[in-house]
């Protein structure tokens, strides 16, 4: 259903209740006359702007972040206008709590906090009905789909269906930052068990109890939901998150070519990555190509990452092999090398030749990166010795802990600029206050794929782009890295200040859909203002007049 046709049947209580259409108290004397609201709302008329007002009052009243998710989720689910006004206008402070770090604690506590559903939940069990599910859904011009099966949610592992808070929050980030229609937006959790224990045992616990599928099983789901996507939702562009590496780097293979889909924690997080490391080199300067990048975690973010550098690499004219040599990994059993025999494949690219190193610090001493990126969520693994000998062979230092929640982080802000008496260039996956350290204050930078997810989503829904590419991703990160202002990095910031996301967002989009005309990937006509394009599908948080 529209907006528009939901509005010509909405009235009275149900017109409260439609979280689209809801104005509470702002509904005029003249549309609570015309759409049966008199009496059900309090006398005085109050503007969006008195709305936003009381919204942030009694969201800093809060207790703990968490009180503020909860307040705000069902904000949301009250009244989506105000909400996103509220989020938009509030960038730094807010996201913070609708997204990482504080969603991380919103999922591990969702069995208790769930109120409303704000997307579908498909199971196991659904085998063979899934497009009845997905037709279940009030709106029909889905264009953006996040789906999670919980495997990998954040770096807190399994946590089943309990994950769907990291799709809902996802998707208000789609709509905030990059202005897609919040009725355009569907949340999946794809329930395919759980191997968390603690969760199964829990009688509270919301999902099915029982072993996560895997091999056939799994596939055969997967493969009905993505083709129900195709027949109910054409138009959907298919987000993967927060999948376990074993199926997500197999579904990207199999999709990408098939489908408008993309892995954001394989791809997004290479493209913010990339362009952190481009801001950086305006710091330290030389080339990409002068550099030498150490990951410790070899997973979607770690192999990621490296992939899209090699992209990078190859056009400032390396060769392949080359520019994979200039990428090295830490997993859990050491540095990634040929002659070991525990490799998964999507490791293999990086394996080179060195003899085994076992530990992080003694891959630091061997390899001397340039600089050092941590996506294992693994936290506090960036010790005093290893920071300080990132410092000893570089004057200034990239060290990127990417893993979120902010418990999981690497190092903090403060331990990384303590240990190098300020020479680090640093940035987080969840983001840390301003550190002042002998009188410089540093503002580090987030690394979050959040600067690029919700561009590319918007760039490819205003070209109506068939498909997905790596290489969006690299013009997204080039984009990114050039929004950066010489007073961001002055204060140690490689990202834009957050609060211009939007303006982000319109020009990784424009960069996005030119790319996607360029490369006969879209399906509507070429307009002469490809910007134009894009910002007339941007969302904005304004009530309509009714009457
Ligand atoms: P993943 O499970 O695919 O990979 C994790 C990797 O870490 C694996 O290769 C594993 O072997 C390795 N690892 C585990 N313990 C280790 C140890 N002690 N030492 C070295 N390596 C170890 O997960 P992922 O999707 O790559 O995500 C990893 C982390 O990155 C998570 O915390 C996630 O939140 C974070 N991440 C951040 C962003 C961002 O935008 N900042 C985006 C994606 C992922």
């Known amino acids: 259903m529209t907006i528009d046709t939901e509005l010509q049947t909405a009235h009275g209580v149900a017109l409260l209740h ?13 549309e609570r006359d015309a759409l049966g609201l008199r009496g059900l709302l309090p006398p005085k008329v109050t503007t969006l702007e008195q709305q936003c007002a009381k919204v942030l009052s009694n969201v800093r009243r809060k207790a703990t972040d968490l009180d503020r998710y ?8 009250r009244n989506a206008t105000l909400f996103y006004r509220v989020v938009m206008d509030n960038m730094f402070e807010l996201m913070p709590i609708i997204y990482t770090p504080t969603v991380g604690l919103a999922c591990q506590r969702y069995a208790l906090i769930f109120r409303r559903p704000q997307g579908l939940f498909i199971s196991a069990n659904d085998r063979g009905r899934i497009a009845d599910l997905l037709r279940n859904w009030p709106h029909t011009d889905v264009r953006m789909i996040v789906v999670t099966d919980g495997e990998r949610i954040l770096g807190l592992g399994d946590l089943g269906a309990c994950g769907m808070g990291i799709p809902v929050g996802k998707l208000s980030l789609y709509t905030a930052c990059a202005g897609i229609a919040p009725a355009q ?23 099915l109890s029982q072993d996560r599928l895997r091999g056939p099983m799994y596939d055969e789901l997967v493969e009905e939901f993505v083709t129900a996507v195709q027949d109910v939702f054409p138009k959907a562009c298919l987000q993967f998150e927060d999948f376990g590496n074993t199926n997500a780097f197999r579904m990207l293979r199999k999709y990408e070519k098939r489908v ?4 954001d924690d394989i791809q997004g997080t290479a493209g913010v990555t990339l362009a952190g490391l481009y801001g950086s080199l305006r710091i330290t300067g030389g080339k990409l190509v002068d550099k030498k990048f150490l990951f410790q975690g070899a997973g979607e973010a770690g192999v990621g990452i490296c992939n899209l550098i090699v992209r990078a690499l190859m056009a400032e004219g390396l060769s ?4 994979r040599e200039r990428c090295w990994l830490v997993d859990s059993h050491g540095l990634v090398v040929k002659s070991r025999t525990d490799l998964a494949e999507h490791k293999l690219p990086f394996a080179h ?4 190193v076992a530990d992080l610090l003694a891959a630091v001493e061997a390899i001397k990166p340039t600089a050092l990126i941590g996506v294992s969520g693994m936290p506090a693994t960036f010790t005093e010795a290893i920071v300080k000998t990132m410092g000893h062979f570089n004057q200034r230092p990239v060290i990127f802990a990417l893993s979120n929640p902010t418990s999981k982080a690497e190092c903090t802000a403060e331990q990384a600029y303590t240990w190098t008496d300020g020479r680090a260039i640093f940035a987080s996956g969840s983001p840390f206050p301003p550190f002042t350290l002998n009188g410089v204050t540093h503002v580090s930078g987030q ?4 600067y690029v997810f919700p561009g590319v989503g918007l760039g490819v829904i205003a070209s109506g782009a068939t498909h997905v590419t790596d290489e969006m991703f690299f013009v997204a990160a080039k984009t990114l890295a050039s929004l950066v202002t010489e007073s961001d990095l002055a204060s140690g910031n490689v990202y834009p200040d957050l609060q211009r996301i939007r303006e982000v967002s319109v020009k990784i989009a424009a960069a996005v859909a030119e790319l996607a005309f360029a490369r006969n990937l879209a399906s509507v006509p070429r307009p002469r203002d490809i910007t134009e394009l894009v910002q ?12």
């Not at 007339?536 to 009457?547: K, R």
Request: proline share 7%.
């Open 260 to 263: 408008c889909t993309f892995n």
């Open 185 to 207: 937006c569907l949340p999946v959790m794809l329930d395919v068990g759980t191997n968390n224990k603690m969760l199964r045992d829990d009688p509270l616990y919301i999902g």
């Open 536 to 547: 007339s599908h941007m969302y904005q948080p304004l009530y309509q007049d009714y009457v």
């Open 18 to 30: 439609d979280p689209l259409l809801n104005k509470g108290t702002s509904f005029t004397e003249a």
């Open 447 to 450: 690394g979050n794929n959040s």
């Open 353 to 356: 030749d060195h003899a085994p």
């Open 320 to 323: 392949e092999q080359a520019a």
């Open 70 to 77: 909860t307040y705000l989720i069902s904000l949301q689910e």
